[in-house]
């Protein structure tokens, strides 16, 4: 995650809860990414029910160059998706 500002932030100076380090440093290391075996994973078609309006489609349909292959199948209603790219970090 990015997060950008016209100017310097101040902001008062607190030790992380689930990282190392402090609101003074612009960088959080040391977070391990999960495996997506042991992510929350669901069907799309159940994700899709129950985001139901709070659901953000990004992307869309891109235009694919003559005589280059699609990369990806569409995909389905059964195809299993994470429910949340990014989960909670463990104490």
């Known amino acids: 995650?990015?997060?950008m500002s016209e100017s310097p932030l101040k902001l008062p100076e607190q030790q992380r809860i689930h990282h190392s380090g402090s609101s003074l440093g612009d960088t959080i290391y040391g977070v391990a990414k999960t495996p997506m075996e042991q992510e929350w994973q669901l069907k799309w078609g159940q994700k899709k029910k129950a985001l139901g309006k709070r659901l953000i489609l990004v992307g869309g349909k891109t235009e694919?160059?003559?005589g280059q292959a699609e990369?990806?199948?569409?995909r389905k209603t059964d195809?299993?998706?994470p429910m949340c790219w990014h989960s909670a970090p463990g104490k």
Request: no cysteine.
């Open 64 to 66: 694919i160059p003559d």
């Open 71 to 74: 990369s990806a199948a569409p």
């Open 79 to 81: 195809t299993m998706v």
């Open 1 to 3: 995650m990015y997060v």
